[in-house]
């Protein structure tokens, strides 16, 4: 008989999979409107059950944050195209680089300096396999990315210099208008000022989804929440609560005030991420509620607003603020539909940061 939801012991986390099915299938035809190619990152779910989901729906490939997520997931059969997002950088790297190259149809990487090309290039040589590339675009986000249209044709021509490096072409996150468009424009007319092809100009971010159409230069959008989605996505606009797929089933294990609960779900499995949120999670049932912070193992909630206010031993549930890091924390998942258990998910990808 299948497991009820009401039997599953606390902590843990809860996906609804008729949301996940409708947030699939809503991206993939809001970006197929547009005639932009979707290639879902992983790192949201880190499941190869899922992701399976994603591919079936009609995405190209898939996104990897970090090799061992790539690894994971080429390991299960899931894509023959997976673009990994990150510089990778040092021989450990490189070497295991290499061997994916070597067994994906298509497996591109993201740099934006030469010290990450050369070191890709040497393994390339040393594996007789082509490296293809994208060079990363800060159009704003200011975090990785080279910093003007120039330097990213500097760069391309550098690493398309040295031995099995192939141009693929540019890619940038988030979409920020209007200086993304403006970023690209200038880029494109440089590179083929230069007679370069950029056969790929991957945009991403699930908020970014609704700008898709302003940046018509983008072949593929790489979004990852939208599976799930979070405090965070509903904060940006980007989803409502309805949309949240993942629920953390927690219990009240102590009353120690009037307007004072503690949860037995802490910092082990929620997260201190905030992203303009007030507190640190919804819980579903008492929405007035604060999340005000965490200690390990215990949830503090200020129930001062709450004209009703959970008793000891009652279970609640929690759209946390990040359901990214929620899912790294985490050896399993249940899968729900219709108060029943549909299937046990390993996070198969869980601390898979290297």
């Not at 880190?46 to 997520?69: D, N, S, Y």
């Not at 699930?206 to 939208?226: C, I, K, N, Q």
Request: hydrophobic residues 45%; negative net charge; charged residues 25%.
């Amino acid at each position: 008989m299948p497991l009820a939801v009401a039997d599953i012991d606390t902590p843990a986390v809860l996906i609804d999979l008729d949301i996940v099915e409708a947030n699939i299938r809503r991206l993939q035809e809001r970006l197929d409107g547009f005639g932009v190619a979707n290639r879902p990152h992983i790192k949201t779910h880190k499941i190869p059950a899922l992701a399976k989901l994603q591919i079936a729906a009609g995405a190209v490939g898939i996104t990897c944050q970090k090799l061992g997520e790539a690894e994971v997931f080429a390991e299960a059969g899931v894509a023959d195209d997976i673009l990994l997002t990150y510089n990778v950088i040092g021989a450990a790297k490189t070497e295991r680089l290499a061997a994916l190259v070597r067994r994906l149809e298509r497996m591109a990487v993201v740099l934006d300096n030469e010290t990450v090309a050369r070191g890709l290039a040497e393994a390339a040589v040393r594996h007789d396999v082509d490296i293809r590339f994208l060079v990363e675009c800060d159009t704003g986000f200011g975090r990785t990315g080279v910093q003007s249209p120039q330097a990213a044709l500097d760069l391309a021509r550098a690493a398309a210099r040295l031995p099995r490096m192939q141009f693929e072409g540019l890619m940038t996150f988030p979409l920020k208008l209007p200086d993304t468009r403006q970023f690209l424009e200038r880029a494109l007319q440089l590179f083929n000022g230069a007679g370069i092809p950029v056969p790929v100009v991957s945009g991403g971010g699930t908020p970014a989804v609704a700008s898709v159409g302003d940046v018509p230069m983008l072949t593929e959008h790489r979004a990852g929440t939208y599976i799930y989605n979070d405090v965070m996505m509903v904060t940006a606009g980007a989803a409502g609560w309805d949309d949240c797929a993942m629920r953390v089933r927690a219990t009240v294990v102590s009353r120690p005030t009037g307007s004072r609960a503690i949860l037995d779900a802490g910092s082990k499995v929620l997260t201190w991420e905030q992203h303009n949120a007030q507190g640190f999670g919804r819980i579903v049932e008492y929405p007035d509620a604060v999340v005000a912070g965490f200690s390990e193992e215990h949830g503090k909630v200020d129930l001062a607003s709450c004209a009703r206010r959970p008793e000891v031993g009652e279970v609640v549930h929690l759209i946390p603020n990040h359901c990214c890091a929620v899912t790294n924390m985490m050896d399993e998942v249940y899968g729900i539909r219709g108060g029943r258990v549909e299937a046990v998910f390993p996070v198969a990808a869980r601390g898979k940061v290297r």
